[in-house]
């Protein structure tokens, strides 16, 4: 059975991390395994990257009590957008299309802040702020989907996951003639995400042996304070070369 990972060289413990450079051939080398190991692994199957760009137009909210209401539209030049938040959904798993290929059907949730602006001089004005959300954007990708395996059923995968790793927002007011109130805000949403197809599996692997933790680090010290602070809590005493 194996033991802990250690370097038979230099008989420390292995930790994760690069191999050590051999000096004589200034490659990376590691040390040899110890044994085979079967593993149980949650592998994954296949993945990919899409970046999608999202086109919505959003009507001012100037109605009653509105954020935007009784706010002065004609003044608005310039259109700032934030993304709150950004998720992706997998909404659907087709039946195999060729081997174990599927189409997979994500939708985006996105929340959003927008901010309108009023550049004229001295300083610019934010008129109003607004949040806004799309929920209604749907992409689909073609990705190897495996049948649940006999050794775990279905508790085993496979698992379908989205994640959006990045996103971006801009905006503009729509353009209308000169004098005329702005009463619609055209916002671009940049979405990176990763989709990624996973299941469990029993995995035949070399091993070095169990990690072993390296040594805690000390936390760095607090500044020190005088307890109790003797100088402090007495009046000062007359220097005896001075008495008289």
Avoid at 32 to 51: G, H, M, S, W
Avoid at 67 to 74: G, H, I, K, Q, R
Avoid at 109 to 134: A, G, K, M, Q, Y
Avoid at 170 to 199: H, L, M
């Amino acid at each position: 059975m194996a033991g802990p990972g250690i370097d038979p060289e230099t008989g420390e413990f292995l930790q994760p991390g690069l191999c050590p450079i051999n000096p004589y051939t200034g490659q990376r080398e590691c040390p040899p395994t110890t044994e085979i190991d079967c593993l149980v692994v949650e592998k994954v199957f296949d993945q990919c990257f899409k970046e999608d760009i999202v086109h919505r137009s959003f009507p001012i909210p100037t109605g009653h009590g509105g954020p935007c209401a009784n706010v002065d539209l004609t003044r608005v030049d310039r259109v700032e957008c934030q993304v709150l938040s950004a998720d992706c959904v997998v909404v659907d798993v087709s039946a195999p299309i060729e081997g174990n290929t599927r189409i997979v059907t994500v939708r985006q949730d996105v929340e959003l802040r927008i901010e309108l602006w009023d550049d004229s001089p001295p300083v610019p004005v934010l008129l109003c702020t607004f949040n806004e959300t799309i929920t209604d954007f749907f992409n689909q990708v073609t990705l190897f989907v495996p049948p649940p395996g006999v050794l775990f059923g279905p508790a085993g995968g496979p698992f379908v996951f989205c994640e959006v790793v990045n996103f971006t927002c801009f905006g503009i007011p729509e353009t209308v003639p000169p004098g005329d109130p702005v009463r619609n805000v055209i916002i671009t949403v940049k979405i990176c995400k990763v989709i990624e197809v996973t299941a469990f599996v029993k995995l035949l692997v070399p091993v070095f042996g169990f990690c072993v933790p390296r040594p805690c680090e000390a936390a760095p010290q607090q500044i020190e304070i005088e307890c109790p602070p003797i100088s402090s809590l007495f009046p000062p005493q007359p220097d005896e070369g001075n008495n008289t």
